[in-house]
């Protein structure tokens, strides 16, 4: 085991509602993520996968959501099912999710935005390393936002699970450039030469994992994934919360509401 591993996770307290414990807390803020082992049940996420095939498919003009889609054609992000559909927006509020995050922020918070993010078998391409506050920053926001991704299929070495830098949002925003060749979609993403110089091997962590494990991470935490090259998909949703004080500012070229939400409805969690 690395000085970065975090497979050695305290289990869960008995409040199967408030699963963490100061220990929980602790590692958060020292690696910048905790993974939290099947705090969804295999039923539960039955549930949301069953109602996949649907978002897949459907028309952005007709369900008002937002996609993402491969150079093939592929849908490789759905935005907005925490606002339009309900078994994602019940899952955005769910207790195991929002009473950690509004513990570390220590505040009210609301949704910044929402995507399913899809790899398909043989399909699902790269993300390069990032923070998502490499780019938020632009919004005008504090570094004040905590993601927390749902794995929906099993996440392996070989169908492209993320990657963390275990501890690197202690080196607090690094620069990002925009990158236009890599995927069909715009990355913005920290530059050869920075990573040589920060990132080592023994920090890199796969999250791997089964259907209901979760991740909660901090926005600052640099993170990536590679190429789908398995016959698995590999399916996961992702929740970032904003403080509710945090709104975005009167910046220059404001991004639309799917990915930086004007809703700053407080989440009351259930
Ligand atoms: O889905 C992944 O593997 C990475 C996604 C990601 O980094 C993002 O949506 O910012």
Redesign the pocket.
Known sequence: MTRFDSRSVAPPSSDKKMPWTQEHYDQFDMLGYLFMPGLFSTEEIARLNEIIPELLQGDDQADQMHRERERSGAVR?IYLAHRYSPPFEALSRDARIVEPVRQILDSEIYVWHS?I?V?DAFE?TV?LW?Q?YGYWMWDGVEPKLI?V?VLLDEATLNN????VAAGSQKWGRLEHDADERTTSYKQWCVDKETLKERLSEDRIQPITGKPGDVLFFDCNLL????HNMSPLP?K?F?IAYNDLTNRPGAVENPRPDWVVSRNFEPVSSR
């Open positions: 992000q995507k993010n790899k699902g993300w990032h998502d993601s991704m492209g699970c993320l990657l993170h990536g994934s590679g590999r996961t992702i």
